[in-house]
């Protein structure tokens, strides 16, 4: 199920290679999988649907967060990932959490507004109050 955070991002839960299709025929640009590889059994490995991105015409970009949390690198390359995007992006992970929580990190590491990421994510179906100090911060800093 994919969830729009707003015009440049969606999130979504464990995507498949033969999906990947049907989201560059939805207008997708690009793929960021947040997903470790064998994190569970069963999921594909993120160079299955690397393939399947390069072969739809989609940019993919690996960040793999683990449930250990985020750190500055990931957030880095997150807002790296989403600034290099030429149009919407779907990052996926186990239940899309990880990736709404990265994309709000890196949001706010570039300048976004916490309170405007934080009703972002809500309307999308997610609580991010749990970061909300680290959103506070990264904006500070910006």
């Known amino acids: 199920m994919i969830r729009t955070i707003d015009d440049s991002i969606s999130v979504a839960p464990q ?7 049907g989201f560059a025929a939805a207008g997708f ?11 569970e059994g069963g999921q594909p490995e993120g160079d299955a649907v690397a393939a399947a ?3 739809a015409g989609l940019s993919y970009v690996a960040i793999p967060v683990t449930h250990a949390g985020f750190s500055a690198p990931q957030v880095e390359a997150m807002a790296a990932a989403l600034g290099a995007a030429n ?4 990052a996926y992970c186990r239940s899309g959490t990880r990736s709404c929580n990265l994309w709000a990190l890196a949001a706010a590491s570039t300048g976004g507004d916490p309170d405007t990421l934080t009703a972002k994510a809500a309307g999308a179906g997610y609580d991010i109050s ?7 911060a990264l904006s500070a800093r910006a």
């Not at 640009?29 to 994190?39: L, M, Q, V």
């Not at 149009?87 to 779907?90: A, K, S, W, Y």
């Not at 749990?130 to 506070?136: C, Q, V």
């Open 15 to 21: 995507i498949l290679p033969e999906d990947v299709a």
């Open 29 to 39: 640009t690009g793929i960021i999988n947040n997903r470790p590889d064998a994190e």
């Open 87 to 90: 149009g919407p992006v779907l």
């Open 130 to 136: 749990g970061i909300r100090p680290l959103l506070d």
């Open 53 to 55: 991105a390069k072969a």
